[in-house]
């Protein structure tokens, strides 16, 4: 008799996952934030423990709720401490899927008091965050590297683009210039890019079923 669990692709792999927005203090009241609903980083966890895997899930502030034995959650607030958590789960993973909305720039001086209003217009001065995912690609040796590209215009280059300056083995093209994709929603139309350049062009789906075809994809690319 045979082990159901051995039916399990991913049995014993480890995943890292990271999801939902970044938030980047102004002030101890207010930061620069997104509408990323964390929706589709928390589909691919749940994807991932179904198949077997031992999921460690990064999440910035989102609403979203998960229950399950093989998935080990990570709250952080910003890019820096999704940067650290990532790393310091990066060594043990056999897989990472980064599909946060990380913050490209955060406020270079963060004010330890709430600024009170004065003048008519008031800027505050922007500094790059640390790309996570690719610091990981600058690092990785055995793992399978997944990252997502969200473009409104000249998707597939920009997509190919980030997948080769980030060093990865497959890109989640999430155009929004389609209905019904990106976020908030429950659906997304995504298009798989491959280190080898295969272009796999989804239908307008479930996030949930988005989610099982990129964990097929891996799989089919790691037994490649
Ligand atoms: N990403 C990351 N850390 C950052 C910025 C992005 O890990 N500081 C990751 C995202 O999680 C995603 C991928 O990089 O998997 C691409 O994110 P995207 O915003 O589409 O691209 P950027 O490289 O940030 O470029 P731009 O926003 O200018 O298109
Ligand atoms: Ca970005």
């Excluded at 997948?163 to 929603?185: R, Y």
Aim: proline share 2%; aromatic share 6%; no cysteine.
């Amino acid at each position: 008799e045979k082990d159901v669990l051995d039916q399990l692709p991913l049995r014993g792999k480890k995943i890292l996952i990271t999801a939902g927005p970044t938030y980047e203090a102004i002030d101890p009241v207010r930061f620069i934030g997104n509408h990323s609903s964390g929706k589709m980083g928390f589909e691919i966890a749940k994807a991932a423990a179904n198949l077997g895997a031992e999921v460690y899930l990064i999440t910035g502030p989102t609403h979203q709720k998960v229950s399950h034995s093989l998935i080990n959650v990570a709250h952080v607030t910003s890019a820096s401490e999704m940067y650290d958590a990532a790393h310091s789960h990066f060594n043990a993973a056999d897989i990472a899927v980064l599909s946060a909305a990380v913050a490209d720039y955060k406020p270079k001086n963060v004010s330890d008091k709430k600024i009170k209003k004065a003048a008519s217009t008031f800027s505050i001065e922007l500094e790059k965050t640390k790309d996570i995912l690719k610091s990981l690609g600058a690092i990785k040796k055995h793992q399978f590297l997944v990252g997502f590209a969200l473009e409104t215009n000249n998707e597939l280059d920009n997509a190919k683009g980030k997948l080769k300056v980030k060093n990865l083995n497959l890109i989640v093209l999430n155009s929004l210039n389609d209905k019904g994709a990106g976020f908030g929603g429950s659906t997304n139309k995504v298009t798989f890019i491959t280190d080898t350049e295969q272009v796999i062009e989804h239908q307008l789906k479930s996030k949930t079923e988005v989610a099982q075809d990129l964990m097929q994809q891996i799989i089919k690319q790691q037994h490649a």
